[in-house]
């Protein structure tokens, strides 16, 4: 049974700074693309970034270029993704997912719960 778990989110200021983790079990963790994704209240889920467990290859979102970077660790199984200088556009829960294709959510076959991040103005 593939467990995808989110944790870091929380509440900050804007220009703060968050890093999301995610635990993976139950999957063959080598080779994938692992991705964070986020829906806001009324939008579409938009993908941020993503990373191939392989070889640390990433992808990101314009919307995180230069602010975010996701990272891995293969011998915990775990994804992260550290954002600095948060926007309030931030706002939104950020899920995990696994076992997909870079950015398009539609591939990726596995999704945590979600962790939510609200920026404040």
């Known amino acids: 049974q593939v467990q995808l778990v989110e944790s870091g989110g929380g509440s900050v200021q804007a220009g703060g700074s968050l890093r999301l983790s995610c635990a993976a079990s139950?999957?063959?963790?080598?080779?994938?693309?692992m991705a964070w994704f986020r829906q806001a209240p009324g939008k579409e889920r938009e993908g941020v970034a993503a990373?191939?467990?392989?070889?640390?290859?990433?992808y990101y979102a314009d919307s995180a270029k230069d602010r975010f970077t996701i990272s891995r660790d293969n011998v915990n199984k775990m994804v992260y993704l550290q954002m600095n200088t948060l926007k309030p556009d931030d706002t939104a829960m950020y899920y995990c997912?696994?076992?997909?294709?870079?950015?398009?959510?539609?591939?990726?076959?596995?999704w945590g719960q979600g962790t939510q991040v609200t920026v404040s103005s």
């Open positions: 997912a696994a076992d997909g294709r870079v950015l398009f959510a539609q591939t990726y076959n596995y």
């Open positions: 139950g999957l063959t963790y080598s080779r994938k693309w």
């Open positions: 990373i191939y467990t392989g070889d640390g290859n990433t």
